[in-house]
């Protein structure tokens, strides 16, 4: 996290300063951005982030709205209050549950998506190294 404060107050600065110094140096700021953010290295994280992304994104909400559904459904049932509020209580929490799972599995995919990004970066990286350094 220190490292992603980092890199903001960078940008920022480096806003500042271009501000400041007018159009030449700012393009000069803008093309040393532009040769960062094309390092394989960095490319690796923008990878690892959009992996994230993705499979943090594919299971969650369709298993909160089925249990969403599945306690409004109990509650909805015949029975006095008490009796719906218990099947209501029931169902909630085996919706906990099955919410706490595909949470589970999404950050399960996404360490995953991680390896595979990080793996890419640093073939990226060896194979861009002139051989011989």
Avoid: C
Wanted: proline residues 2%.
């Amino acid at each position: 996290m220190r490292g992603k404060a980092a890199l903001v107050v960078g940008l920022v600065a480096g806003y500042v300063l271009g501000a400041r110094a007018g159009r030449e140096r700012y393009e000069q700021i803008k093309a040393q951005a532009e040769k960062v953010w094309e390092q394989p290295v960095v490319q690796g994280q923008v990878e690892k982030v959009k992996a994230f992304g993705v499979s943090a994104l594919k299971s969650v909400p369709g298993v909160v709205w089925k249990g969403a559904k599945s306690v409004t459904g109990a509650a909805s049932q015949s029975g006095t209050v008490s009796e719906r509020a218990e099947r209501a209580g029931r169902a909630a929490k085996v919706s906990a549950h099955e919410v706490a799972d595909a949470v589970e599995d999404s950050v399960d995919d996404a360490e995953r998506a991680e390896k595979r990004a990080t793996t890419r970066a640093k073939a990226n990286k060896s194979s861009s190294t002139p051989s011989g350094s």
